[in-house]
């Protein structure tokens, strides 16, 4: 009896001590991994501990032109940035462990088009001419859908998150009214920030409902932006003039393609902007890739932003942008993935391209842009270029929660030689572990947050099946 009952007092303490383990063990995951997606919705305070390193884009906070702190937190308050710096008070937050792990400000993409999701690899033997023939203007007058606009811009929106993006550009065709509300739907649920260029026209009933837009769909949302996009050509002249009259009417800037391809200097591109009074700070540029000094000089005097679309430019055939030319001139330049034609929304492939186009085509490995150049371009500097960057672009305390957490201990990154260099160099989208926007964690730990992948998939198939159909063959 007494052997029993000291096999029992054994057996009870053990069990003691195993179930106290688990309480401390679950505490504990309480603290650094919280249960849910729900945790990480915006509100209250979440504490990115321990990062080993932080890129703030803010001289100000830490050491050189990127703000660079070793060893630090960052803590989120709300939809804001509330503090940056070491041993930061995390108690009553919400923690990401950040050990190991490189935090800097999401990535603003300037220029994309979501919707091309379903027009991947059309006419991939084409310049820039012959792909719109092929691929977009076909669609102009044809019976595209809200479903189709909603399934590429949902498919698209999840493929940027996951490579670290947190403002998205989208410069959509709006081939119709209910395929522009397919598009804005999609995006408002992605939880992006976005900014929405919408394509301008003469046409009255299309304005107003532009106007009803900017009204009933931009305004209310904190993260949405409106813009008038339009394409600037002696032959598209009252349509521009009309977009320009538009833009200023709304307060909001106007969005062009610009000397892209060769095909565009027959165009009169830069005389139709002075003629519409177009040529403002505010107006931003996409690709200007063949231009003259004297179109730079014009360009920098007015004050006009420049998005930098590489690998579509190569994919095209287009060109290469005069980045070293800009950069003298002072221009405000950010980089974007153009749609279709760019084949990846990788950032990290598109900051790669920036930095061997131009080394590529002057033999010079220091020519402008090093390294963390583009990755200045990517975040800060798209934000300045798209005037927002009051609120985005940095880890600036008071501006918005929008940043990423990279992995620095994968076999593709590790082991720690030059960690700017190597964010650029050796970065792929699985190295991004949490993406936050607003506050709100979109991903997390690797996984895209709140999607069915397999349900948006398969509808983005359906949308390009139908859209293949109304292609030429």
């Given at each position: 009896m007494?052997?029993?009952?000291?096999?029992?007092?054994?057996?009870?303490?053990?069990?003691?001590?195993?179930?106290?383990?688990?309480?401390?063990?679950?505490?504990?995951?309480t603290a650094a991994e919280p249960a849910s997606d729900a945790e990480f919705t915006g509100s209250g305070r979440v504490v990115i501990r321990d990062a080993a390193m932080v890129l703030t884009m803010d001289s100000k906070l830490g050491e050189g032109p990127l703000g660079a702190l070793a060893d630090a937190d960052v803590v989120m308050e709300g939809n804001k940035i509330k503090e940056v710096g070491k041993d930061l008070d995390a108690r009553g937050a919400r923690v990401v462990d950040a050990r190991g792990k490189i935090v800097l400000p999401g990535f603003v993409d300037m220029h994309n088009h979501l919707w091309q999701s379903l027009i991947r690899g059309c006419a991939a033997d084409k310049e820039l001419v012959g792909w719109l023939g092929k691929c977009v203007i076909p669609l102009y007058g044809a019976p595209v859908t809200d479903a189709d606009a909603y399934a590429g811009t949902k498919l698209s929106a999840a493929d940027v998150v996951s490579t670290g993006i947190t403002t998205v550009t989208d410069w959509s065709h709006a081939f119709n009214i209910d395929f522009a509300k397919g598009g804005l739907r999609a995006l408002a649920e992605s939880k992006l920030r976005f900014v929405y260029s919408y394509n301008g026209t003469t046409n009255a009933a299309l304005q107003d409902e532009i106007r009803r837009v900017k009204r009933e769909v931009i305004d209310p949302n904190p993260l949405a932006h409106l813009q008038v996009g339009t394409h600037p050509s002696t032959g598209n002249f009252p349509s521009l003039e009309a977009s320009e009259k538009l833009a200023r009417e709304l307060g909001v800037s106007l969005n062009v393609h610009l000397l892209e391809s060769k095909a565009d200097l027959t165009e009169g591109q830069m005389d139709a902007l002075r003629r519409a009074n177009a040529l403002h700070s505010g107006l931003v540029a996409n690709h200007v890739i063949q231009t003259t000094d004297a179109d730079l000089d014009e360009l920098?005097?007015?004050?006009?932003?420049?998005?930098?679309?590489?690998?579509?430019?190569?994919?095209?055939?287009?060109?290469?942008?005069?980045?070293?030319?800009?950069?003298?001139?002072?221009?405000?330049?950010?980089?974007?993935?153009?749609?279709?034609?760019?084949?990846?929304?990788?950032?990290?492939?598109?900051?790669?391209?920036?930095?061997?186009?131009?080394?590529?085509?002057?033999?010079?490995?220091?020519?402008?842009?090093?390294?963390?150049?583009?990755?200045?371009?990517?975040?800060?500097?798209?934000?300045e270029a798209l005037g927002l960057d009051r609120e985005i672009g940095s880890l600036t305390p008071?501006?918005?929660?929008?940043?990423?957490?990279?992995?620095?201990?994968?076999?593709?990154?590790?082991?720690?030689?030059?960690?700017?260099?190597?964010?650029?160099?050796?970065?792929?989208?699985?190295?991004?572990?949490?993406?936050?926007?607003?506050g709100r964690a979109l991903k997390r730990d690797g996984r895209v947050a709140g999607i069915d992948t397999a349900k948006v998939v398969a509808d983005a198939q359906l949308a390009a099946d139908h859209l293949k159909k109304l292609l030429p063959q």
């Open positions: 007494q052997q029993r009952r000291s096999v029992l007092s054994v057996f009870t303490l053990t069990l003691a001590v195993v179930l106290g383990a688990a309480l401390l063990t679950n505490l504990g995951r920098a005097r007015a004050g006009v932003s420049v998005a930098h679309n590489p690998l579509s430019n190569m994919r095209l055939a287009s060109g290469v942008i005069r980045l070293p030319e800009m950069k003298k001139r002072g221009m405000k330049v950010g980089l974007g993935l153009d749609g279709g034609t760019n084949d990846t929304s990788d950032m990290f492939n598109v900051m790669r391209a920036a930095v061997g186009l131009q080394r590529a085509t002057t033999t010079d490995p220091a020519v402008y842009p090093a390294t963390a150049d583009v990755l200045r371009m990517a975040t800060l500097g798209g934000a008071g501006k918005k929660a929008d940043l990423q957490v990279i992995d620095a201990q994968s076999v593709n990154f590790a082991p720690k030689v030059d960690w700017v260099n190597q964010l650029v160099f050796n970065t792929q989208p699985a190295n991004v572990s949490w993406v936050f926007v607003d």
